[in-house]
């Protein structure tokens, strides 16, 4: 690695550590055609896995090791699109929830009328990383078995 290379990863890190900007886990999205275009995305990512499940389980797949950590990670992305699709109705569609931020580590979320039940529903499903994580972590150890499984065939000899 060149020195100057490395100077500037060091620079960035401090930039990151002294100037932080808020890292949202949903994000918003300006105006509500922005809200209606990505939720479309949402719901052809969410079939997508869908199908993917669909495909592994009938061409019989999911027997081996890499294709089943994928297809548990398509049914996480298909979880995580149903939770991001459900925050962004409640907080940017019909503005069922509105979050006050009121100190450095606290908000305040506040529910239409009547439903403060909405205030825990969005909360718990804010926490979308715990659906999205898994998802690329299956994700990655699929791949990865696959890639392993490609070198020890390719050392045996044989093609696949």
């Known amino acids: 690695m060149q020195p ?18 808020d890292g949202l886990a949903t994000q ?16 052809f990512f969410l079939f997508s896995m869908g199908l993917l499940i669909f ?4 061409a019989e797949l999911v027997k081996l090791p890499g294709w089943r950590y994928i297809q548990y990670a398509a049914l996480f992305f298909i979880l995580w699109n149903l939770d991001a699709i ?47 994580v898994p998802a690329m972590v299956c994700l990655m150890l699929g791949l990865r078995h696959m890639l392993q499984e490609n070198r020890r065939s390719q050392s045996d000899g044989r093609l696949r």
């Open 28 to 43: 918003a999205h300006a105006g509500i055609e922005g809200v209606w275009v990505h939720q479309f995305a949402h719901v």
């Open 55 to 58: 495909w592994l389980r009938q």
């Open 86 to 132: 459900l925050v962004h109705l409640l907080d940017e569609q019909i503005l069922a929830v509105t979050v006050n931020t009121i100190g450095p580590w606290h908000i305040r979320i506040n529910a239409a009328a009547g439903r403060d039940w909405l205030a825990t529903v969005y909360y718990l499903a804010k926490l979308d990383h715990l659906l999205c």
């Open 4 to 21: 100057t290379t490395h100077k500037l990863q060091w620079l960035v890190v401090i930039v990151c550590l002294f100037w932080p900007v």
